[in-house]
T-cell receptor
Framework: EDKVVQSPLSLVVHEGDTVTLNCSYE??????LLWYKQEKKAPTFLFML????IEKKSGRLSSILDKKELFSILNITATQTGDSAIYLC???????????FGKGTSLLVTP | GAVVSQHPSRVICKSGTSVKIECRSL??????MFWYRQFPKKSLMLMAT?????????EQGVEKDKFLINHASLTLSTLTVTSAHPEDSSFYIC????????????FGEGSRLTVL
């Protein structure tokens, strides 16, 4: 059975801290791993990772995939209160169209 | 990016009534759309896969007679919650992708259903 596990489940940090969110997976026919940020409504897309070792970066956010060890991390540097959200990791396993979501990491950044 | 529109964004109904939620892909054709349910502070739970022109595929534990899905065209899927109960109150989100280009899913804005 395909599995996507995120850790930690929740995290509280101070503004300016750096955080690392983890996502490990066990799926057949891996195609890609995606990170989403969810605030009040629907998730918004952050990154899609398909190749190991290639860092994707967008502003203070970056992510990397390790297909050998079957995990990905999402880094947020110099956190701001606006980064407070649930961060979802999802894997596209090519065994169907739907993504397999992890339970999410709830991040709270305090002033 | 592609746009998926969901309507209504909020709906309140009485127990026993039915509620329809629409999901439209505005600038692309989506042969497949997905319906998710989300409880407070929880991740997305896939309810069903909606295929244009054929019956939806429901996930285990999801009642197909209660959550009716119709994918009438390449740009529209609807979810009807029949005989709604308070425990059906939740946040329902649809998504779609044009898989030939990317595995990325595009999400609707979500619909918050409250059943009184």
């Amino acid at each position: 059975e395909d599995k996507v596990v995120q850790s930690p489940l929740s995290l509280v940090v101070h503004e300016g801290d750096t955080v690392t969110l983890n996502c490990s997976y066990e799926v057949t026919n891996f195609r890609s791993l995606l990170w989403y940020k969810q605030e009040k409504k629907a998730p918004t897309f952050l990154f899609m990772l398909t190749s190991s070792g290639i860092e994707k970066k967008s502003g203070r956010l970056s992510s990397i995939l390790d297909k050998k060890e079957l995990f990905s991390i999402l880094n947020i540097t110099a956190t701001q209160t606006g980064d407070s959200a649930i961060y979802l990791c999802a894997v596209d396993s090519n065994s169907g169209y739907a993504l397999n979501f992890g339970k999410g990491t709830s991040l709270l950044v305090t002033p | 990016g592609a746009v998926v529109s969901q309507h209504p964004s909020r709906v309140i109904c009485k127990s026993g009534t039915s509620v329809k939620i629409e999901c439209r892909s505005l600038d692309f054709q989506a042969t497949t759309m997905f319906w998710y349910r989300q409880f407070p502070k929880k991740s997305l739970m896939l309810m069903a896969t909606s295929n244009e022109g054929s019956k939806a595929t429901y996930e285990q534990g999801v009642e197909k007679d209660k959550f009716l899905i119709n994918h009438a065209s390449l740009t529209l899927s609807t979810l009807t919650v029949t005989s709604a109960h308070p425990e059906d109150s939740s946040f329902y989100i649809c998504s779609a992708s044009y898989r030939e280009v990317t595995g990325e899913l595009f999400f609707g804005e979500g619909s918050r259903l409250t059943v009184l």
